[in-house]
């Protein structure tokens, strides 16, 4: 579930049930608590949900021991099919449907998801189980095939169905105008063609195609938001227009029922085809002009989609094949060839080439690769070719998750939009009370003809004041910042944490991977007896079967001498001290003083002193120890990235407080601390340690960010208010973290909260204007300076106002795709 109607929906449908008497639904743990007069089986609740329209999904958790007779807790989720439709002022937050349609909510038309290349296949239109990956002809009846996937999108289809209604609207709106206008000509030259009575019946019927064709969806908005109680934008333009149209109607149809001063000189009653028609066509305007507009916001999720290719080179016994890239399985071999984008993510096998990799991560430099080096989906390969093995492929790819992740984050709702949401909702009833009061005011103490006066502003005042500018000041923001974001190569997870990466004051930093490259290498191997190849041979054996960078670096280095591997029995992997296990029928542990410790480990002076001394030059040192005697240890370095000392000196002139926390001993931090000029650093942190630290400075009402990339780090990364991981790091670590730098760098950071400032101070922007917008429109509207100035604002001014006023609020928006982070 995503949105309270999901929440209120469930507990409707399931209380409508006989014999359950009371149904809480929490929407955050997706959960619903059942209280019934007897037992049911799960089975009569995932009934009940399917019968209903939308697709709900119910399963048990556990029965829950309470004081009533009968509870049960059961998991509720939301199942929206393939979910390609979203509305663009996110009011059900990151709710999707299956077609095409209006937000129940708002009204506005649903966009489409942007979703991956697809394969080109071709089907008969005669015979559509005919699937083929090349055009031809049909086996079956000989017609040619076509392709399977639309020639273009449904946001396009949407945009030139606007723009089809819009000429139409166009051709009938622009008579009436004149004829009405006509009426201000001295001597007006249409009253010698026929009379003003028979040119308001030419009104009429040219004002019929443009209400119930044109903008009659506009009407059905209306109504859908008065049913449901919704109340939106469409429901001021559709009463405003409404009242008028219908006014005009009855004017026409039974003029003697007005009073005179609804009256001209000629006797007929003053209507309004014209501005019924000027303001929906104005609003239809407006409405073209976000479609082209909101096209643009996505730009970035689109761009990044061209990338992927949608055929490769499948390499079979020393032969190429074009092949769709949905038909690549995991260890495929693919020639890439220079140009070609590389089709999925792996690792090249054979060959060697330089690639783009900038629209990843931003950088403009190529990236050269050998053999063993992993290459990624939708980079461009240089002037070499080379053959790759496919490790991940479809959803799995990097590109897939980026694109995936920030069409998630588009879609999210910033804590700042609340403000918005607030006000909005209590807008529309008011605004309507103030239509009501402005006719009235009008009516008894306005010149005349009064009545005329007044059903005209009140019309005015309902027009000027729509919301729309006011719920897309941010999800349009969002979007473009978020897409902003993925061409630099920080992937945001949602919109609340664009908008707390602002907020930040405390940054806390892993040093290996984070700071460092990542990428340790063995100095050099110390063995008190004078047998570093046997010592070797006992660490790498028991560090094959570990994850962590050291212990990679370790098994790498002795692959280097052509050292055995033994088998290791009993092996354990010690969080945040090291391994330990069984070799050659010896036990060994291999790892920092505090893994010593806990094995009772005895340690020589002498080795404690020659580590003491590496450990001062910034080394990562780690015990080896077997039978419980400490035979030597390992040294080594892992060299500090060269963006790290800029990226810090950075963030702690944004005045935010850099504290580096590793598992690395004492003087191996400080060496490192003192590189970067870092004041506060912590060493031998465990991930509690870690886990604890970030709490304690969210008790004393810190913003806390966690940069760190290995699964060590997971748990901190979640508690922190942002947590930020390496792309170069675990997936578990990324899976916890809110943003993901996919280069791995801290100057990552940097960018991620100019980032956040800019959508921030953008956002501000946008609710700024759309507050002074209505603020000063209603009163203006509503005939506020026609005392002092003599004005009044016309309603088709303000229909004009009104649309402008929204396209105003999305190209501010899109300023920030320019912007330089």
């Given at each position: 579930?995503?949105?309270?109607?999901?929440?209120?929906?469930v507990?409707?449908?399931?209380?409508?049930?006989?014999?359950?008497?009371?149904?809480?639904?929490?929407?955050?743990k997706?959960?619903?608590?059942?209280?019934?007069?007897?037992?049911?089986?799960?089975?009569?609740?995932?009934?009940?949900?399917?019968?209903?329209?939308?697709t709900?999904s119910?399963?048990?958790i556990?029965?829950?021991p309470?004081?009533?007779?009968?509870?049960?807790?059961?998991e509720?989720?939301?199942?929206?099919?393939?979910?390609?439709?979203?509305c663009?002022?996110h009011c059900e937050?990151d709710?999707?449907?299956?077609?095409?349609?209006?937000?129940?909510?708002?009204?506005?038309?649903?966009v489409?998801?942007?979703?991956?290349?697809?394969?080109?296949?071709?089907?008969?239109p005669?015979?559509?189980?005919?699937i083929r990956?090349?055009?031809g002809?049909?086996p079956?009846?000989?017609?040619?095939?076509?392709?399977?996937?639309p020639?273009?999108?449904?946001?396009?289809?949407?945009?030139?169905?606007?723009?089809r209604?819009?000429?139409?609207?166009?051709?009938?709106t622009?008579?009436v105008?004149?004829?009405?206008?006509?009426?201000m000509?001295?001597?007006?030259?249409?009253?010698k063609?026929?009379?003003i009575?028979?040119?308001?019946?030419?009104?009429?019927f040219l004002?019929i195609?443009?209400?119930?064709?044109?903008?009659?969806?506009?009407?059905?908005?209306?109504?859908?938001?008065i049913?449901?109680?919704n109340?939106?934008?469409f429901?001021?333009?559709?009463?405003?227009?409404g009242v008028?149209?219908?006014?005009?109607i009855?004017?026409?149809?039974?003029?003697?029922?007005f009073p005179a001063?609804?009256?001209?000189?000629?006797?007929?009653?003053?209507?309004?085809?014209e501005?019924?028609?000027?303001?929906?066509?104005?609003?239809?305007?407006g409405q073209?002009?976000?479609?082209?507009?909101?096209?643009?916001?996505?730009?970035?999720?689109?761009?990044?989609?061209?990338?992927?290719?949608?055929?490769?080179?499948?390499v079979?016994?020393?032969?190429?094949?074009?092949?769709?890239?949905?038909?690549?399985k995991?260890?495929?071999?693919?020639r890439?060839?220079?140009g070609?984008?590389?089709?999925v993510?792996?690792?090249?096998?054979?060959?060697s080439?330089?690639?783009?990799?900038?629209?990843?991560?931003?950088?403009?430099?190529?990236?050269?690769?050998?053999?063993?080096?992993?290459?990624?989906?939708?980079?461009?390969?240089?002037?070499k070719?080379?053959?790759?093995?496919?490790?991940?492929?479809?959803s799995?790819?990097?590109?897939?998750?980026i694109?995936?992740m920030?069409?998630?984050a588009?879609?999210s709702?910033a804590?700042?939009?609340?403000?918005?949401?607030?006000?909005?909702?209590?807008?529309?009833?008011?605004?309507?009370l103030?239509?009501i009061?402005?006719?009235f005011?009008?009516?008894?103490?306005?010149?005349?003809?009064a009545?005329?006066?007044?059903f005209?502003?009140a019309?005015?005042?309902?027009?000027?004041?729509?919301?729309?500018?006011l719920?897309?000041?941010?999800?349009?923001?969002?979007?473009?910042g978020v897409?902003?974001?993925a061409?630099?190569?920080?992937?945001?997870k949602?919109?609340?944490?664009?908008?707390?990466?602002?907020?930040?004051?405390?940054?806390i930093?892993?040093?290996?991977g984070?700071?460092?490259?990542?990428k340790?290498?063995?100095?050099?191997?110390v063995?008190?007896?004078?047998?570093?190849?046997?010592?070797l041979q006992?660490?790498?054996?028991?560090?094959q079967?570990?994850?962590h960078?050291?212990?990679?670096?370790?098994v790498?280095?002795?692959?280097?001498?052509?050292?055995?591997?033994?088998e290791?029995?009993?092996?354990?992997?010690?969080?945040?001290?090291?391994?330990?296990?069984?070799?050659?029928?010896?036990?060994?542990?291999?790892?920092?003083?505090?893994l010593?410790?806990?094995?009772?480990?005895?340690?020589?002076?002498?080795?404690?002193?020659?580590?003491?001394?590496?450990?001062?030059?910034?080394k990562?040192?780690?015990?080896?120890?077997?039978?419980?005697?400490?035979?030597g240890?390992?040294?080594?370095?892992d060299?500090?990235?060269?963006?790290?000392?800029?990226?810090?000196?950075?963030?702690?002139?944004q005045?935010?407080?850099?504290i580096?926390?590793?598992g690395d001993?004492?003087n191996?931090?400080?060496?490192?601390?003192?590189?970067?000029?870092?004041?506060?650093?912590k060493?031998?942190?465990?991930?509690?340690?870690k886990?604890?630290?970030?709490?304690?400075?969210?008790?004393?009402?810190?913003?806390?960010?966690m940069?760190?990339?290995?699964?060590?780090?997971?748990?901190a990364?979640?508690?922190?208010?942002?947590?930020?991981?390496?792309?170069t790091?675990?997936?578990?670590?990324?899976?916890?973290?809110?943003?993901?730098l996919?280069?791995?760098?801290?100057?990552?950071?940097?960018?991620?909260?100019?980032?956040?400032?800019?959508?921030m101070?953008?956002?501000?922007?946008?609710l700024?204007f759309?507050?002074?917008?209505?603020?000063?429109?209603?009163?203006?509207?509503?005939g506020?300076l026609?005392?002092f100035?003599?004005?009044l604002?016309?309603?088709?001014?303000a229909?004009?106002a009104?649309?402008?006023s929204?396209?105003?609020?999305?190209?501010?928006?899109?300023?920030l795709r320019?912007?330089?982070?």
């Amino acid at each position: 579930m995503t949105c309270n109607g999901c929440r209120s929906h469930v507990e409707e449908i399931l209380s409508k049930i006989k014999g359950v008497s009371k149904v809480n639904v929490d929407l955050e743990k997706k959960e619903a608590i059942i209280e019934t007069e007897e037992h049911f089986p799960i089975e009569k609740y995932q009934e009940a949900l399917k019968k209903d329209s939308d697709t709900y999904s119910i399963h048990n958790i556990d029965d829950l021991p309470k004081k009533e007779a009968n509870a049960t807790s059961v998991e509720v989720k939301k199942v929206n099919g393939n979910g390609t439709y979203y509305c663009p002022m996110h009011c059900e937050g990151d709710k999707v449907y299956d077609k095409a349609g209006d937000c129940p909510v708002c009204g506005m038309d649903l966009v489409q998801q942007p979703v991956l290349a697809q394969s080109h296949q071709y089907t008969c239109p005669m015979h559509p189980e005919i699937i083929r990956d090349e055009s031809g002809s049909c086996p079956i009846c000989g017609m040619d095939l076509v392709p399977m996937e639309p020639s273009e999108s449904e946001d396009q289809k949407s945009y030139k169905d606007l723009v089809r209604k819009m000429k139409i609207s166009l051709v009938f709106t622009i008579p009436v105008f004149l004829i009405a206008m006509s009426e201000m000509i001295p001597n007006n030259p249409l009253e010698k063609i026929m009379g003003i009575e028979k040119w308001n019946w030419v009104q009429f019927f040219l004002s019929i195609p443009v209400v119930f064709y044109a903008c009659w969806i506009f009407f059905v908005r209306a109504w859908k938001s008065i049913v449901t109680w919704n109340l939106n934008m469409f429901t001021l333009i559709g009463i405003g227009t409404g009242v008028a149209f219908l006014f005009s109607i009855f004017g026409l149809f039974f003029p003697d029922v007005f009073p005179a001063e609804f009256k001209t000189a000629q006797g007929t009653v003053h209507l309004y085809f014209e501005a019924t028609v000027v303001i929906l066509t104005l609003v239809l305007l407006g409405q073209l002009m976000e479609a082209k507009a909101h096209s643009q916001t996505s730009g970035a999720i689109k761009a990044l989609l061209k990338l992927a290719p949608s055929e490769a080179i499948l390499v079979i016994d020393g032969e190429d094949k074009v092949v769709s890239i949905h038909d690549i399985k995991k260890g495929d071999l693919l020639r890439v060839k220079p140009g070609d984008k590389i089709p999925v993510d792996g690792k090249i096998q054979a060959g060697s080439s330089s690639v783009d990799e900038s629209m990843i991560t931003g950088e403009p430099i190529p990236v050269d690769k050998e053999e063993g080096d992993t290459v990624t989906s939708g980079t461009i390969n240089g002037n070499k070719s080379f053959v790759m093995v496919a490790e991940k492929v479809g959803s799995e790819t990097l590109l897939s998750q980026i694109v995936q992740m920030v069409s998630d984050a588009s879609r999210s709702r910033a804590p700042i939009q609340k403000l918005a949401d607030s006000i909005a909702k209590y807008f529309v009833p008011i605004v309507v009370l103030i239509s009501i009061t402005t006719f009235f005011v009008w009516f008894f103490f306005g010149p005349e003809p009064a009545m005329v006066y007044g059903f005209i502003n009140a019309i005015a005042v309902l027009i000027i004041a729509c919301p729309c500018a006011l719920g897309l000041a941010t999800p349009m923001s969002v979007m473009v910042g978020v897409g902003k974001g993925a061409q630099n190569g920080i992937l945001i997870k949602n919109a609340e944490a664009l908008e707390n990466m602002n907020k930040i004051n405390v940054l806390i930093t892993d040093k290996t991977g984070t700071i460092t490259e990542g990428k340790p290498s063995v100095e050099k191997v110390v063995s008190t007896t004078n047998e570093e190849e046997k010592v070797l041979q006992i660490i790498a054996s028991i560090n094959q079967y570990s994850e962590h960078p050291l212990a990679e670096a370790v098994v790498n280095y002795a692959k280097s001498k052509n050292i055995k591997l033994s088998e290791v029995r009993d092996f354990e992997n010690v969080t945040g001290k090291g391994v330990t296990g069984t070799v050659d029928g010896k036990k060994v542990a291999l790892g920092n003083k505090k893994l010593m410790e806990q094995t009772k480990a005895n340690v020589d002076s002498a080795v404690e002193n020659s580590i003491f001394e590496e450990q001062k030059l910034g080394k990562t040192v780690s015990y080896i120890a077997v039978d419980n005697i400490v035979v030597g240890f390992v040294c080594i370095t892992d060299a500090i990235k060269s963006s790290s000392v800029a990226a810090i000196k950075e963030l702690m002139n944004q005045g935010i407080e850099v504290i580096m926390m590793t598992g690395d001993n004492e003087n191996t931090a400080k060496s490192v601390a003192d590189q970067l000029g870092l004041s506060a650093f912590k060493a031998g942190c465990l991930p509690e340690d870690k886990l604890n630290e970030i709490k304690k400075l969210q008790s004393q009402g810190k913003i806390v960010a966690m940069a760190g990339d290995g699964i060590n780090d997971a748990p901190a990364l979640a508690q922190a208010d942002i947590g930020i991981a390496m792309g170069t790091g675990t997936d578990v670590a990324i899976e916890s973290a809110k943003i993901t730098l996919v280069k791995g760098d801290l100057h990552g950071i940097v960018k991620a909260k100019n980032l956040s400032h800019a959508v921030m101070r953008n956002i501000k922007q946008n609710l700024f204007f759309a507050f002074l917008y209505n603020a000063l429109g209603v009163p203006i509207a509503a005939g506020l300076l026609y005392p002092f100035f003599g004005i009044l604002l016309s309603p088709m001014i303000a229909a004009l106002a009104m649309s402008f006023s929204s396209v105003s609020v999305i190209l501010n928006a899109l300023r920030l795709r320019s912007i330089n982070i």
